[in-house]
């Protein structure tokens, strides 16, 4: 039997609903607040059990909170899934059909790149390609702010990237239609967006091994920069 929610637990989701994800460090003093606040009993160390009973209570309504970390610097990332819900449905109350239309084809850019990143000059050449209607650049541009600041993208030197927040929402949309390029790290299990090709010996592998197969991708996945590598046979 599912353990009682307690005025804290609802508040705890309130308040990530709200935020769309919110960062590790947060959630525990976010966790730590509520328990206080609503005057029930409280463990450093307990927020995983916190959350599951949360969960146990979202089930039934097809939402789950899931824990995702952080490409850039492997930080923890919490954030609300509607699992019935698909890629379309997630954005569509909050974005008009051209604006999706945008995103899609930055997502296709960016998770079909080698390395997890689409210049803002690839993108900005899409405008102009959309089925919906032509899109003017500067609209463009301003879109792709609109979702940086929702945290669907991350950009950094017009460079931009998926959000830890995307990743977490829409893992199953991308693993579902990415097959042959979408990989979850064999480490934290989460999806590899931002990986490269590996071409130092940041991992100390036999040079042998190099010279027999092919370096797969690699991806960092925790403070400690662990990195996860798949390795594929070449093609003779």
């Not at 009682?4 to 935020?19: I, Y």
């Not at 607040?33 to 039934?60: G, M, R």
């Not at 899109?135 to 609109?146: D, G, H, I, N």
Request: charged residues 25%; hydrophobic residues 35%.
């Amino acid at each position: 039997m599912a353990a009682q929610m307690t005025d804290a637990h609802r508040r705890f989701l309130q308040v990530l609903m709200s935020n769309g994800i919110t960062e590790g460090s947060e959630a525990r003093k976010l966790h730590q607040h509520c328990c206080e606040t609503d005057k029930v009993y409280y463990a450093h160390d307990k927020l995983d059990d916190f959350i599951s009973t949360i969960n146990s209570h979202l089930q039934p309504l097809f939402m789950q909170i899931r824990k995702g970390l952080s490409e850039d610097n492997g930080r923890a990332h919490y954030a609300v899934v509607n699992l019935a819900e698909t890629e379309v449905t997630k954005m569509a109350s909050d974005y008009t059909e051209i604006e999706l239309e945008l995103f899609r084809k930055t997502m296709d850019l960016i998770i079909l790149s080698e390395n997890g990143f689409a210049s803002s000059t690839d993108i900005l050449n899409l405008a102009d390609q959309l089925k919906t209607r032509k899109m003017k650049k500067k609209e463009a541009e301003q879109v792709l702010k609109v979702f940086v600041e929702d945290k669907w993208l991350s950009e950094k030197n017009g460079e931009y990237t998926l959000h830890t927040r995307c990743i977490i929402e829409m893992e199953q949309y991308i693993l579902s239609n990415y097959q042959d390029v979408a990989r979850k790290c064999n480490i934290c299990h989460s999806l590899a967006i931002q990986a490269f090709y590996l071409l130092s010996l940041e991992i100390k592998l036999p040079w042998n091994s190099v010279s027999k197969y092919k370096i797969g991708k690699v991806h960092s996945c925790n403070e400690e920069h662990v990195y996860a590598v798949w390795l594929s046979k070449p093609a003779y």
